[in-house]
C-alpha cells in the first residue's frame, strides 16, 4: 500500500454472532485496541471490546442536575423580583415549580449526552482514516469490521496472525488520513 | 407428585393464618378496625390481580421477561379463590367501613353505585374475570384473543374496584387518575412479589437487567401518577380535594407519606444505576423495599380517619396474609412446573 503509517488493520466479518466471537478471541489473544463496525448493534459487542467509557452517561447525569437546579433558580428568581401573590400560595411554590424543573432537567440531560456523544466521536469530523477502506461501506449494509487500532506496542505481525486464524473474509490494511 | 411442604414453609403458612384469624378476631370486636383488613386485604388481592394483568401482557409482548416470569405469574394467579375468600368480611362489614352505608351527603351517581349490591357485584365480577382469565392463559387456550379482551376489561374492572373499595371512603373526594394509581399500585406489588418468587428460586434469571428495567418503569409510573393528581389539587385547591391530601398530611401519616415516599423514590433512584439493574442481589433488596413501600401507600390510602385499631388490624393481617402467601406460592410455583413439563420428564 502506501507509506503512510497504518491506522488500523480491519477484519471483515459476515455476521454479528462472528465479530462477536472474534473480538472475545481478538481481546484473549492480547490483541487491543478494538472497535468494531457494524449495521446494527450487536448485543453483548460493547463488552466483548472492552468498552467501559462511561462519558456520555456522566454527562447526562451532569446535565440533569444542572438542568433541574437552573429551572429551580430561574422560577425562584423570578417569582421574587416579580412577585405575584395567587389564591394565598408561598412565592415559592415548589409543587409548581417541579414541572418546569423535570423539563429542564430532561433538556440538560439530552443536551449533555448529545455534547458528550459530539466531543467523545470528535464531532463534527468530515473525514476519518476508515474511509481509506473500498469495503467499509459495506459496514452500513451487511459487512461487520473489527479493527484492531495501531497504538503504541501494535504488532502488525501478531494481529496479522491472530486476526487470520478467525478466518475472515478479508483482512484489509487501513492507512492514516495522508 | 406434589412435593410435601417443607417444615419452615408449613410454620410460616400456620403462623400466618393464626396472625390472620387474631386480626379478624378483632374486626369482629372493636369497631372500625375493619378497614385495616380491607387495606390489608386489597394488597393480597393486587397479587394475583397484577399478576395476571402482566402475564396478559407477557403474551402480547413477548421476550426475555416472559421467558424469566411466566411461570411465576402464572402460579400467583392461582390465588385468585384466596383473594376472593379473604375479601368476603370486607363485604359482610360494609356499615363498619363505608361512610355511605350511614348518613354521608351522596350525588346521585353515587346513590345507583355506592350501595351494598353494587359493590358485591363489581368485587364478584372482578374475582370471576380474575379468575376466569387466569385459567384459560394457564391451559394456554386461545391465549392471543384472552390476553388482548383481558387488557381491555381487567383495568376497567380494576377503576370500577378502585372507586368501589378506596375511593368511596371519602365520597366527597373524586380523582380521575385514582383508577390508575390503583392499577399501578397492583402491577407493582404483583411485579415486585414475582422478582423476590423468582430471584429465591431455581437457577437465578439470565438477564437480570431486563427485570430491573422492568422495575424502573413501574417505578416511574408510580412517581408519575402519585405526583400529578397531588399537584392538580393542590393547584384547583378545591376544598374536598384539599381535604382528601390534608387529612394525610398531618400528624402521623404525615411521617407515613415520606416513608413510602422514600421506599418508592430511593430503589427508582437506584434502578438508574446499571449495576443495581443487573445485581440479583440488588433486585432482591429492591424488591422487599418496594413491597413495603406500597404496604404503607395502601395503608395512608385507606387508614386515615379509623384509629389506632384499624391500623394494628392491618398490620397483623398483613403480615399474616403475607405469610401465608409466600408460603403457599413456591408450591404452586412447583405445582405449575410440574404440570407444564413433558410428559417424559415426570417418568
Not at chain 2, 328 to 342: G, K, N, V
Request: hydrophobic fraction near 55%; glycine fraction near 10%; charged fraction near 15%.
Amino acid at each position: 500500500m502506501s507509506e503512510r503509517p497504518l491506522y488500523a488493520l480491519l477484519g471483515e466479518f459476515g455476521s454479528g454472532k462472528e465479530v462477536l466471537a472474534a473480538a472475545k478471541a481478538m481481546r484473549r489473544a492480547g490483541c487491543g485496541p478494538l472497535d468494531a463496525f457494524t449495521p446494527f448493534p450487536v448485543d453483548g459487542l460493547a463488552e466483548a471490546l472492552g468498552f467501559s467509557d462511561c462519558t456520555v452517561q456522566t454527562a447526562a447525569f451532569v446535565g440533569g442536575v444542572v438542568g433541574a437546579a437552573a429551572g429551580f433558580a430561574m422560577q425562584m428568581a423570578t417569582n421574587l423580583d416579580f412577585p405575584l401573590w395567587i389564591g394565598g400560595r408561598p412565592l415559592i411554590a415548589v409543587p409548581a415549580f417541579m414541572l418546569i424543573c423535570f423539563e429542564l432537567l430532561v433538556l440538560g440531560a439530552v443536551l449533555g449526552a448529545i455534547g458528550a456523544m459530539f466531543v467523545a466521536n470528535r464531532l463534527p469530523r468530515l473525514n476519518h482514516p476508515m474511509f481509506e477502506a473500498p469495503e467499509f461501506g459495506l459496514g452500513s449494509d451487511r459487512r461487520f469490521f473489527l479493527a484492531v487500532l495501531a497504538g503504541p506496542g501494535f504488532d502488525r505481525a501478531r494481529a496479522g496472525r491472530a486476526l487470520a486464524k478467525l478466518k475472515p473474509r478479508a483482512i484489509i490494511e487501513v492507512p492514516e488520513v495522508g | 407428585m406434589p412435593r410435601p411442604m417443607p417444615r419452615p414453609r408449613m410454620a410460616a403458612l400456620v403462623g400466618g393464618g393464626v396472625l390472620a384469624a387474631a386480626a379478624l378476631v378483632a374486626c369482629v370486636l372493636v369497631p372500625g378496625a375493619l378497614a385495616g383488613w380491607l387495606a390489608a386485604v386489597t394488597a393480597v388481592c393486587a397479587l394475583p390481580a397484577g399478576a395476571l394483568v402482566l402475564s396478559l401482557m407477557m403474551r402480547l409482548i413477548p421476550g426475555v421477561w416472559g421467558e424469566e416470569l411466566r411461570l411465576s405469574t402464572e402460579a400467583m394467579t392461582l390465588l385468585t379463590p384466596w383473594a376472593a375468600l379473604a375479601f368476603v368480611p370486607v363485604v359482610a362489614g360494609l356499615g363498619a367501613i363505608y361512610p355511605w352505608m350511614r348518613d354521608a351527603k351522596l350525588s346521585a351517581l353515587q346513590q345507583l353505585t355506592l350501595t351494598p349490591l353494587c359493590f358485591a357485584a363489581v368485587s364478584a365480577v372482578r374475582f370471576a374475570a380474575l379468575w376466569a382469565l387466569g385459567r384459560r392463559m394457564r391451559a394456554r387456550r386461545r391465549t392471543r384473543a384472552t390476553a388482548a379482551a383481558g387488557l381491555v376489561a381487567l383495568p376497567l374492572l380494576a377503576g370500577l374496584a378502585a372507586f368501589e373499595w378506596l375511593l368511596s371512603l371519602d365520597p366527597g373526594f373524586a380523582s380521575s387518575a385514582f383508577g390508575l394509581q390503583f392499577l399501578e399500585r397492583e402491577l407493582t406489588i404483583a411485579f415486585a412479589a414475582l422478582l423476590l418468587l423468582r430471584l429465591s428460586l431455581g437457577r437465578p434469571p439470565a438477564r437480570p437487567s431486563v427485570l430491573g428495567g422492568l422495575m424502573l418503569t413501574l417505578l416511574l409510573l408510580w412517581a408519575y401518577f402519585e405526583f400529578l393528581p397531588f399537584f392538580i389539587n393542590w393547584s384547583s385547591d378545591e376544598p374536598d380535594g384539599a381535604a382528601w391530601y390534608l387529612a394525610r398530611a398531618r400528624g402521623g401519616w404525615g411521617v407515613l407519606l415520606w416513608i413510602w415516599a422514600a421506599l418508592s423514590g430511593v430503589p427508582l433512584l437506584a434502578l438508574l444505576f446499571a449495576k443495581a439493574r443487573n445485581s440479583v442481589a440488588a433486585l432482591r433488596w429492591i424488591a422487599g423495599t418496594v413491597i413495603v413501600g406500597k404496604l404503607c401507600e395502601l395503608a395512608w390510602v385507606t387508614l386515615p380517619g379509623f384509629g389506632i385499631p384499624a391500623i394494628a388490624v392491618d398490620v397483623a393481617a398483613t403480615g399474616g396474609l403475607a405469610l401465608v402467601c409466600a408460603a403457599l406460592l413456591p408450591s404452586l410455583l412447583y405445582r405449575r412446573i410440574e404440570r407444564r413439563m413433558p410428559k417424559e420428564a415426570n417418568r
